[in-house]
């Protein structure tokens, strides 16, 4: 069975790190583009960032640039975002998903999606 699953979500205070892992089964990670994508309550899904396959190339939404790093190891079928100097504003629940040729600002268009891991930031 095909299947994404995200992991190391938590509440954090104001300031903190936090590291998200994706982990693949089923299929290979590495034939794919990677996109974060996070939802507040009430509020839209929005990209945060991706990574394109084989290491092409990375994109941040402008409001994580600086705090948060994406990348992959496709030995372990693995990908991660690398969350610091978090605010309450980055509280969501956050998905990984997949597109099958590369990077796109529409979530329409990725194909497979894990059920979400919440990132809680507060003092």
């Known amino acids: 069975q095909v299947q994404l699953v995200e992991s190391g979500g938590g509440l954090v205070q104001p300031g903190g790190s936090l590291r998200l892992s994706c982990a693949a089964s089923?299929?290979?990670?590495?034939?794919?583009?990677i996109g974060w994508f996070r939802q507040a309550p009430g509020k839209e899904r929005v990209g945060v960032s991706c990574?394109?396959?084989?290491?092409?190339?990375?994109y941040y939404l402008d409001s994580v640039k600086g705090r948060f790093t994406i990348s992959r190891d496709n030995d372990k079928n693995m990908v991660y975002l690398q969350m610091n100097s978090l605010t309450p504003e980055d509280t969501a629940v956050y998905y990984c998903?997949?597109?099958?040729?590369?990077?796109?600002?529409?979530?329409?268009?990725?194909?497979?999606w894990g059920q979400g891991t919440q990132v809680t930031v507060s003092s």
């Open positions: 990574i394109n396959r084989n290491h092409r190339s990375t």
């Open positions: 089923g299929f290979t990670l590495d034939d794919y583009a």
């Open positions: 998903a997949t597109e099958r040729e590369y990077c796109s600002s529409s979530r329409y268009t990725y194909a497979y």
